[in-house]
């Protein structure tokens, strides 16, 4: 079982940065790949960004290319999500989530365990 714990949302104005944590509790951190997700209201969850279980490979939503950065360390068990140059479009609940390493970091699917969500608020 991992609880996954996230910090950092708020409220920003557009143009402006936040970093996101979210805190894993499993000591096998490691065999997980991690995704960041979002879910505005009104809309479908997405898969924002993703990193594999050594860091080495990230996918990203094209609306977030160039202006997130999903980083984890395997050592604080700690996976995180840079924003910046946000949108008020980027306003939404995220949530961060882990699945086995092996199911690969290209689909949102398989993801078996979730945070209970931080809220980012970015206004005009």
């Known amino acids: 079982q991992v609880q996954l714990v996230e910090s950092g949302g708020g409220l920003v104005q557009a143009g402006g940065s936040l970093r996101l944590s979210c805190a894993a509790s499993t000591r096998t951190f490691s065999s997980y790949a991690m995704g960041w997700f979002r879910q505005a209201p009104g809309k479908e969850r997405e898969l924002v960004a993703s990193?594999?279980?050594?860091?080495?490979?990230?996918v990203y939503v094209d609306s977030v290319k160039g202006r997130f950065t999903i980083s984890r360390d395997n050592v604080k068990n700690t996976v995180y999500l840079q924003m910046d140059s946000l949108k008020p479009e980027d306003t939404a609940v995220y949530y961060c989530?882990?699945?086995?390493?092996?199911?690969?970091?290209?689909?949102?699917?398989?993801?078996?365990?979730w945070g209970q969500g931080t809220q980012v608020t970015v206004s005009s």
């Open positions: 990193i594999s279980w050594t860091g080495g490979s990230t």
């Open positions: 989530a882990a699945k086995r390493a092996a199911l690969g970091i290209y689909s949102g699917v398989g993801y078996d365990y």
